[in-house]
């Protein structure tokens, strides 16, 4: 096919949304389907790991901790967890803190 009649044609029967491009990693994906977790900040793609971890677990629902513990592993995730958790200040909840420092012990 010519490539002007190839313009505005669907990529085929699986049709998902290009959010950016194929490098972009899952979290950054999640955040951007879902603009929820962190809706005070513009731009998403300028957000670190343990900033968008820390989001996912304060707005997020159990399927966004899943993709993010698909992107990042469970070793990376508790890592960032006991990072958020040890610091002086912290913006996650008593609850939070409990369930995950229970899952982490168990599988991480």
Known sequence: MPARQLEGMDSGPLKRPLLYNGSVNI??????????????????????????LEQILNYGNWQDYLEAERDLGVKEAKTIFENLKNRKRTNLRPKTINYFSLYFAKYA
């Open 27 to 52: 979290i950054q994906n999640l955040f951007l389907k879902k603009p929820y977790l962190a809706w005070f900040v513009k731009d998403k793609k300028g957000l670190s790991k343990q900033s968008m």
